[in-house]
């Protein structure tokens, strides 16, 4: 039986018209590619990738309830957030114990700076300690007033891909009358003075256990200049309320734990509380929660991202 073939014009044709289809349809998969391509990325994308820092802070509970358990936990947590300076509150070292600052920074490959009223070779010393991954440009500390408080605060200049900036870690007084009021005021204002003689013109974060709430008269002065890291991102959310006191130690929740900022120069971008669960049944890292944040160096007047709506 014979098959009867379309005339060679037509055939012609048919396979013209199928190369000009395969022709647009290439275009149009190129097309949708390049645009694809400069699809610009979402703000939070933008905002995250911005020169910054991150901080933390945390009340380590000195060596109290298996430290040697607790220190693995508190190790891990800090090597995934890989944070560019800590700051740490009730550091102790004895014999048997290890400078506790000392020993998370030799793990964590940071450089630290351990401050303490008890003299260097006493056999036991107690204080607060920075620990940064960046290089150090300067390091101070001080003993606030009153004298017969015994509290510090630590100061490291520290430089942030170009950046030079303050951190400073402090402890205030823990007593909840009116006279620890008075002293946790007279504490704020000498941390102030320091600051003023130590900072230079590099912006000031301030981070510790302040035993008070962020909006309370003891902290006035220091918040009538700096930001609340916490709260600036957490603005009327159920976060805002949040307690950095072990609830499983304490009853009453009370956020005492801040990271302030220098408002002027830093802006606020993310924030959450760390070590809040159990790491095993009945078992806390400290009698505290930790708080961490990313801070973003704040556009200089004029540039393009200043003027960017």
Not at 71 to 78: F, N
Not at 79 to 104: F, S, T
Request: no cysteine.
């Amino acid at each position: 039986m014979s098959t009867a073939f379309p005339p060679a014009r037509l055939r012609r044709a048919f396979v013209h018209g199928v190369l000009l289809a395969s022709l647009l349809a290439g275009a149009a998969h190129a097309a949708g590619q390049a645009a694809a391509a400069v699809t610009p990325a979402p703000p939070s994308a933008v905002a995250s990738a911005a020169p910054g820092m991150s901080m933390v802070t945390f009340n380590l509970h000195h060596d109290r309830e298996d430290w040697p358990a607790r220190r693995k936990v508190i190790l891990r947590e800090l090597l995934a957030l890989r944070p560019d300076a800590i700051a740490l509150q009730e550091v102790i070292q004895k014999p048997h114990v290890r400078n506790q600052a000392a020993w998370l920074a030799r793990k964590l490959g940071y450089d630290y700076q351990f401050v303490s009223t008890d003299p260097p070779g006493r056999f036991k010393r107690y204080g607060n300690a920075l620990l940064t991954r960046r290089p150090v440009l300067a390091r101070n500390e001080h003993l606030l007033a009153p004298r017969g408080d015994y509290r510090t605060v630590a100061h490291l200049r520290i430089d942030v891909d170009g950046q030079p900036v303050n951190v400073y870690a402090t402890h205030l007084n823990e007593r909840s009358d009116d006279s620890g009021s008075r002293i946790r005021g007279e504490q704020v204002a000498d941390l102030l003075a320091f600051i003023a003689s130590t900072a230079g013109t590099a912006p000031v974060v301030i981070a510790g256990d302040f035993n008070a709430l962020v909006d309370a008269g003891d902290l006035s002065a220091l918040r009538n200049q700096y930001g609340d890291s916490f709260g600036s991102v957490h603005v009327n959310n159920e976060l805002a309320q949040v307690s950095t006191l072990n609830r499983h130690y304490y009853d009453a929740p009370s956020r005492i734990d801040h990271i302030f900022f220098q408002q002027d120069r830093l802006l606020a971008r993310e924030a959450k509380i760390l070590f809040d669960q159990p790491y095993a049944d009945g078992r806390w890292a400290s009698d505290h929660y930790g708080v961490w944040t990313r801070l973003q160096f704040a556009p200089s007047p004029g540039s393009p991202a200043a003027t960017t709506p």
